[in-house]
């Protein structure tokens, strides 16, 4: 199998997506248990699930979004 450039591109473009991505959502996560905590809760799901919902957050993004992005532009490209 070989490597296309466009490919190689496709996936520089989906990490830099990923990347932005999973910043969002940590911030989104972040904010949820920050207002859960200071209405007088204990953080609710996002601190009990805080590592997996971490892991998840960072996984799929970061590492499907270049997959994707490999295949796609390997596909376009021809």
Same mark, same amino acid.
């Given at each position: 199998?070989?490597?296309?450039? =466009? $490919?190689?591109? !496709?996936? &520089? #473009?989906?990490?830099?997506?990923?990347? +932005?991505?999973?910043? /969002?959502?940590?911030?989104?996560?972040?904010?949820?248990?920050?207002?859960?905590?200071? =209405? $007088?809760?204990? !953080?609710? &799901? #996002?601190?009990?699930?805080?590592?997996? +919902?971490?892991?998840? /957050?960072?996984?799929?993004?970061?590492?499907?979004?270049?997959?994707?992005?490999?295949? =796609?532009?390997?596909?376009?490209?021809?």
């Amino acid at each position: 199998m070989s490597i296309s450039i =466009a $490919g190689l591109v !496709g996936a &520089a #473009v989906g990490l830099y997506i990923g990347w +932005l991505d999973w910043k /969002i959502l940590k911030g989104i996560l972040q904010a949820s248990e920050t207002k859960n905590r200071q =209405a $007088g809760g204990d !953080g609710g &799901a #996002v601190a009990k699930h805080k590592a997996l +919902l971490g892991a998840l /957050i960072f996984g799929v993004p970061v590492i499907g979004f270049p997959i994707i992005g490999y295949w =796609a532009a390997s596909a376009l490209a021809g």
